[in-house]
């Protein structure tokens, strides 16, 4: 008889309502104050016109993978009340769930006809066709209320990458009527951006009588309780952007060819290279909206620089903040940024370095914070010499509260060039990649940014302390790399049949076990457990174990080598998995339930009166968009710890989660999933969560998706054509952080290609940059069905195909998920007659995974 971790009653548990408490208490430090008259916080409960598409209807969290199947989602309109507002507005929203309702109804039937037509599973579909909501209704008559408050929410997904359209980043028509007015009808008036990602503000910048325009973002099941306490004071806003917002989009360097702007979904060129977000804006100067970083507080905060020194090869500051209001508590960030001397390489014109957030700090309280950050930091990586190099020069360090609100504090001088960390070229630099520095834009860009940065730390020589560094101080590293082909694994106990718990007692190693695995065993262990032999295991939900789960490893050896099977469930704004599910009294699981939050399949009629019910509410947490404008690690860290409890409850190993790709462009579908345009703010932040989850043990996460996965459209056969320095400073970097700082049990390698490779299928970029430079050591798995033929879901290759799995393997993708049997047929074959891989590489591969194995054996 199978046994289910999961809950016999659907009643909360003592752990929801804790994960939700906690959820409740810090998510309200993730929202952005953009603007603010001194309306907020709210002087005490009021009558409430409230109005938008995400009153009601208010989105927790993005949709596909990434969704999380909580209990309940606490709307705003219901946040509100619970706090003592009366909301006046029934009629208008009544009307408006009217509309959805047919809406969705009219979208379930398209979904199931297409399904048909196409021959694909209706999951699959509705990744191609996500719903979206209806307008909102016009509003046309003033309440008697003292305050209108309209939510503007936008959602996004994955498999499919958001439009520069009315709807979606602009405003509509009718959302502009309507937000003008509450502007003109109301005394007061607030806009709440219920959004994962950026929108076009120039529309609300422009129109006056707005009094407070808030990013509440995507804050999870409590959502509406959260912004009710943050609209009133109880708990305070701190959070500042991770993300430039531009006034127009086409201010992204990217956005004339991102995706389908250009019409060309099959090759990504980076031209921008390194001037990702704030990297391009402060270089070409270029005025943002909002700039990366900002944030106002329901307080003022002055920020003094007090001490600058170098101890051994390390820059610290003292940093005395101070709250100067009367009235309220707040918390500050400081932000450290660098401008680096271009002298041999181009640079940006500054660079976050460093950052650190103050506890809450009472009014005319203070408290001295110490930055730090390592010289290493400063340097950039040279293609010329395959090497992270500090050129010879002066370094001016600001520190401020964005990135356009700095000041000088110290001046770094180096009297010499000095490497970091000698490398190896890895990424075969593509000829056709035109990069914005060598165009005469560029040229000229970067000439009045050398000659700006001159000028700028002249003038500060004369008012901050101007350090020498002592360059010997600075150690050069240098990596092992693994040379020649792996070597095959002996058996040295023909005699015995070793086992995992031999292993974990230290009588045996885990090469001695690995050396005796068949090699049809050694392509199972390699190979997810899925085989689409039943529709019930369609997209992310392929486990027998954890109903509901991403996926699983062979079970098989369990009993005969006890070799454990892993459980991986999705992220990354919490657990998810089937909230509901029924089996017999044997405890075969009966068909039916959801899967990512749309009736997947109904249970059948007439069941027997022993059937069993069993039940996975999971805690959705702060999206990472979201999350990450805490600029708190200590917070991100709790989160991670949610995730983890959740996991330990219901018998989940790995979380595919966090997700740390780059914020490259406003309108990649899943920028919800991730951070930040900054790698280095992104690195920390994913350290910190994996940190959380991997505090419990045999709990781990899966950084994902390893790299450049920047676009939705065509996501599985896209070729991302980036320049070696790009991969390494912007790209690549963010993971650099995370593996170094918290050893995440395993890595996704991504869908696309990278200069015309799978990152599945390449070596450099899995042993050589992970293991070899980096020290990884988990394992790494492929996202799913990256090695697979699409074509019978609908997702059919045009000028690239799908991943080798040999190749996979070969390069160190221990992984294949979630699995299907020509994946072991092939790796069976590949082993035995060494084609692509050998059976070294199988051998290294399984290793990797068990490795993993032993750390969740109990």
Request: one cysteine or more; a negative charge; aromatic letters at 8%.
């Amino acid at each position: 008889m199978k046994n289910y971790r999961a809950n016999a009653t659907s009643e909360m548990t003592q752990l929801e309502r804790e994960n939700g408490q906690i959820v409740r208490e810090l998510a309200g430090e993730c929202m952005v104050i953009l603007e603010n008259d001194g309306i907020l916080p709210l002087k005490g409960t009021c009558r409430v016109a409230l109005y938008g598409n995400g009153a009601r209807h208010t989105i927790k969290g993005g949709t596909g993978s990434g969704d999380v199947n909580a209990r309940k989602v606490v709307c705003i309109e219901e946040g509100l009340e619970s706090t003592g507002f009366t909301v006046v507005t029934e009629n208008w929203l009544n009307a408006y769930d009217a509309e959805i309702a047919e809406e969705k109804e009219r979208h379930q039937k398209k979904i199931k006809k297409l399904a048909e037509e196409l021959h694909k599973p209706e999951i699959n579909v509705a990744f191609d066709y996500p719903y979206e909501d209806p307008d909102a209704p016009e509003i046309t008559e003033k309440e008697d209320a003292e305050l209108a408050i309209y939510v503007l929410s936008r959602n996004s997904g994955e498999g499919k990458d958001r439009y520069c359209r009315k709807g979606d980043y602009l405003l509509t028509d009718r959302e502009e009527a309507n937000i003008r007015f509450l502007t003109e009808q109301y005394e007061k008036s607030i806009v709440l951006l219920n959004t994962g990602g950026i929108i076009d503000t120039t529309f609300l910048r422009s129109l006056k009588g707005l009094n407070a325009l808030l990013i509440v973002g995507q804050t999870g099941s409590e959502g509406g309780h959260v912004v009710a306490d943050v609209l009133t004071g109880r708990t305070i806003p701190s959070g500042r952007l991770t993300d430039t917002w531009a006034k127009d989009y086409q201010d992204y360097p990217s956005s004339a060819d991102y995706s389908h702007n250009n019409g060309n979904v099959n090759d990504e060129y980076y031209s921008e290279d390194i001037f990702v977000g704030y990297r391009y804006f402060d270089t070409f100067e270029v005025e943002p909206a909002y700039c990366f970083g900002y944030g106002k507080s329901y307080t003022e905060f002055t920020i003094q620089t007090d001490h600058v020194e170098i101890e051994k090869s390390d820059v610290m500051f003292w940093v005395d903040v101070r709250n100067v209001g009367d009235e309220f508590a707040g918390k500050e960030v400081i932000q450290v940024y660098v401008s680096a001397p271009g002298k041999d390489m181009e640079k940006p014109y500054q660079e976050l370095v460093a950052f650190r957030k103050t506890s809450l700090l009472p009014p005319k309280a203070g408290e001295c914070v110490l930055v730090r950050f390592p010289l290493a930091a400063l340097a950039s990586y040279s293609s010329k010499d395959a090497a992270w190099e500090l050129e010879e020069g002066d370094y001016l360090i600001r520190v401020g509260n964005s990135s356009r609100n700095t000041q000088p504090v110290a001046v770094l001088r180096m009297k010499q060039s000095k490497k970091t960390s000698q490398l190896k070229n890895l990424f075969d630099e593509d000829d056709t990649l035109t990069k914005l520095a060598e165009t005469e834009t560029g040229k000229n860009a970067l000439a009045k940014r050398n000659d700006r940065v001159k000028k700028e730390t002249e003038a500060a020589l004369a008012n901050v302390p101007v350090l020498t560094v002592d360059m010997s101080k600075i150690r050069c590293e240098e990596p092992g790399y693994s040379v020649g082909a792996r070597i095959e694994m002996k058996d040295h106990f023909p005699e015995r049949t070793l086992t995992m718990d031999e292993v974990k007692r230290g009588d045996v190693t885990l090469e001695d076990l690995v050396a005796q695995l068949t090699v049809e065993e050694l392509a199972n262990l390699c190979v997810g457990t899925e085989r689409l032999e039943d529709d019930a295991n369609a997209v992310g939900c392929a486990s027998d174990s954890v109903i509901g789960a991403a996926g699983e490893t062979w079970s098989a050896l369990e009993e005969t080598r006890k070799i454990p099977a892993l459980i991986l469930a999705d992220g990354p704004a919490g657990l998810r998995l089937q909230p509901h599910f029924k089996t017999t009294s044997e405890g075969e699981k009966i068909s039916g339930g959801e899967v990512f939050g749309m009736a997947f399949r109904p249970f059948p009629e007439n069941l027997p009166a022993d059937t069993r019910d069993y039940y996975q509410y999971c805690t959705a947490i702060p999206i990472a968009s979201t999350l990450a404008q805490s600029w708190d690690m200590d917070l991100v860290k709790r989160m991670g710890e949610i995730a983890g409890a959740e996991m330990k409850q219901f018998g989940v190993h790995l979380w595919l989660a966090p997700g740390m790709n780059i914020h490259r462009n406003p309108l990649c579908g899943r920028n919800f999933e991730y951070y930040s345009e900054d790698p280095y703010l992104t690195g920390r932040c994913a350290a910190a969560d994996t940190l959380g989850v991997q505090s419990f043990d045999g709990q781990g996460t899966t950084i994902k998706h390893f790299a450049a996965n920047n676009q939705e459209d065509n996501r599985n056969y896209t070729n991302a054509h980036i320049s070696e320095r790009a991969l390494r400073e912007i790209y690549l970097r963010g993971f650099e952080i995370a593996v170094k700082e918290a050893h995440p049990y395993s890595i996704m390698t991504s869908y696309n290609l990278i200069n015309g490779i799978h990152s599945a299928n390449r070596y450099d970029l899995l042993q050589t940059a992970a293991r070899d430079e980096w020290g990884f050591d988990g394992f790494v798995m492929t996202d799913w069905y990256a090695t697979q033929d699409t074509s019978v879901m609908g997702q059919a290759p045009d000028k690239y195909t799908w991943a080798s799995a040999k190749q996979a393997i070969h390069a160190g993708n221990d992984m294949l998920m979630p699995g299907c049997a020509l994946n072991v047929t092939d790796l069976i074959q590949g082993a035995k007659e060494e084609t692509e891989m050998t059976l070294a590489d199988l051998q290294h591969c399984v290793r990797n995974i068990l490795s993993i194995g032993l750390r969740t054996m109990r």
